[in-house]
């Protein structure tokens, strides 16, 4: 198996300082598909504590660089629904400069793993704006495919954009990790 660039873990209190700057950087969330809003330390403090509580349908994790044990961003797998046994993947990388070096899709790999082995999960899905091409790429290569677009779903910059509808089921993960040379 490849050796990962990052590392995983819950997030923490800790982690209150860098999250409130990501959570307030405007520019992030104009390539992520949720509104900007500004939020005080006060109820980002209140935010992060409940979720760093354990949740059976919810998993909040924080991505380190291996080595340095650098905390460049977050990853949740949400509304995990325990029946159909399928969960929502967010994914940010907060600083620009730790984008683009293969963190995202090390961390994401390390998710489906997860989700997949250890919590038994059959599918993961996640929104992207249609006219992310970098984020968009990292999901492809990680197995997910385009199931669907949702028109004039989003408000950025003055005007109406379109998500894609990305999933992965469990028999497909599967088999991209075969044909990427990498044992199940």
């Known amino acids: 198996m490849k050796k990962e660039s990052v590392f995983l873990r819950a997030l ?6 860098r999250v409130l700057k990501w959570h307030n950087d405007a520019a992030l969330y104009e390539t992520l598909g949720g509104t900007y809003r500004p939020v005080n330390r006060a109820n980002e403090a209140a935010w992060l504590r409940r979720k760093c509580v354990f949740s059976t349908s919810e998993v909040n994790l924080a991505i380190c660089v ?28 907060g600083d620009r400069p ?5 963190y995202g899709s090390s961390a994401l790999r390390q998710l489906v793993r997860l989700a997949f082995a250890t919590l038994g999960l059959q599918r993961l899905y996640l929104y992207v704006l249609a006219d992310n091409a970098a984020a968009i ?48």
């Open 12 to 17: 923490d209190m800790g982690d209150l300082e």
């Open 66 to 93: 291996a080595g340095t044990g650098a905390h460049v961003g977050n990853l949740y797998l949400r509304n995990i629904d325990p029946t159909a046994r399928h969960g929502e993947v967010h994914l940010f990388l």
């Open 98 to 102: 730790n984008r683009s070096k293969g």
């Open 137 to 184: 790429r990292t999901y492809a290569k990680c197995g997910f495919a385009v199931e669907g677009r949702l028109r004039r779903q989003a408000f950025k910059q003055g005007r109406f954009k379109d998500m894609l509808v990305m999933g992965l089921c469990r028999t497909e993960g599967t088999k991209a990790r075969r044909h990427r040379g990498t044992k199940k």
